[in-house]
């Protein structure tokens, strides 16, 4: 078995030796925050590929390590904060589910109402961890930092990107410039804004991409430029919470495409779905099977909600679908999955399309 530095690192640190890597030629003094006391971070962990190990080729296991095990691995880690690791969960992000954001979100919120804690790092699968991201820049009730953090390559591989990516990401949260502006991605030396992060690619380090907006700021060896702040809604300024929630409305995705007809959304309908949301062709369009059968679901109560497929763009109201004449909601910057979440939360509240259309304006 191949073993990046990473996974070396982890495996003598786990076994209380010093590890040593390039990271160690840096000074304390150089990566240390330029503040007398370190502020105290709690790094809670979810797996996915950053803790996890494999053999050769593509494949590993996610979540194979634990949150100790990140801490210890990395080296001055400690140097930037006063660390506490907890474990949430450990699975893969692909199996990421409502009961486990519930859980995630509410611990977020009892730890950062605690006033000896300054920000929270969730180490988190890349599949879903915009979406994860997004749902607790909703819900999350506190302007302290909340930074996500993944890795494309898991801790055994071949130049692991874990080591500086979660090096990075406690260095975001341990800094002033975080508070406010709402829960944050760190990856590829990059921040990101969760309502506007996507992933792009299927394997690439680089996969994390801000298209519409760009990034909310660089950050190399801890040292952090930070640019424009989120100018939408979101934590201490958002309606939504999950206070007393033990469960979320079913929302389902319907993937359009050609020769699409009604099937798909008969399901998500007889299933239970209370909203649909379409990942569209083009500006959010879709077949007239598919148009006249979500018309009638709108009719009815579901909330039925135009995305596109499409990396990129906008999908506009009333541009191609008569909008107002069907009761659609039109998601303009939310991919499918974000839009999902935006559903999710607002059916807790309404399934007014006007009033949820207003919501996706300010969210």
Avoid: C
């Avoid at 925050?33 to 996915?48: F, S």
């Avoid at 990034?215 to 040292?223: F, M, N, Q, R, S």
Wanted: glycine share 10%; net charge neutral.
């Amino acid at each position: 078995m191949q073993v990046s530095k990473y996974g070396l690192a982890m495996l003598v640190a786990i076994a209380g030796v010093p590890a040593v890597t390039y990271a160690q030629a840096r000074t304390t003094e150089e990566r240390a925050p330029r503040k007398t006391e370190r502020p105290n971070i709690k790094i809670l962990a979810t797996g996915g590929t950053i803790a996890g190990a494999g053999s050769t080729g593509y494949g590993y296991k996610s979540g194979t390590f634990k949150v100790e095990d990140l801490i210890k691995a990395v080296p001055n880690l400690d140097k930037l904060a006063t660390l506490s690791g907890e474990q949430v969960a450990n699975i893969g992000s692909q199996d990421m589910n409502d009961e486990v954001w519930l859980k995630l979100a509410k611990r977020t919120n009892e730890l950062l109402a605690d006033p000896k804690v300054d920000g929270i790092v969730i180490t988190h699968g890349t599949d879903t961890m915009e979406e994860t991201a997004y749902f607790l820049d909703l819900v999350v009730k506190s302007d302290k930092p909340v930074v996500l953090v993944g890795s494309m390559r898991p801790a055994t591989a071949i130049s692991a990107d874990g080591p500086a990516n979660l090096y990075n990401a406690v260095a975001t949260a341990a800094n002033p410039g975080a508070r406010g502006r709402g829960v944050l991605v760190v990856i590829n030396d990059e921040i990101h804004s969760a309502r506007n992060v996507i992933k792009t690619n299927t394997t690439n380090v680089e996969t994390f991409q801000s298209p519409l907006r760009g990034e909310a700021g660089l950050v190399t060896a801890g040292t952090i430029n930070w640019f424009e702040p989120m100018d939408k809604r979101h934590t201490t300024e958002s309606e939504f919470s999950v206070k007393g929630t033990n469960q979320l409305p079913r929302v389902d995705i319907v993937y359009a495409h050609s020769n699409m007809d009604a099937t798909m959304i008969d399901a998500a309908l007889a299933a239970g779905a209370k909203g649909i949301v379409v990942a569209g062709v083009g500006d959010g369009n879709m077949s007239k099977p598919a148009l006249d059968a979500l018309a009638k679901a709108a009719g009815e109560g579901v909330l039925v909600v135009r995305s596109t497929r499409l990396p990129t763009g906008m999908v506009m109201r009333n541009a191609e679908v008569p909008d107002d004449k069907l009761g659609f909601v039109a998601s303009g910057e939310l991919n499918p999955g974000k839009s999902r979440v935006l559903t999710q939360l607002a059916l807790t509240k309404t399934n007014d399309p006007k009033r949820v259309q207003q919501m996706f304006r300010q969210y």
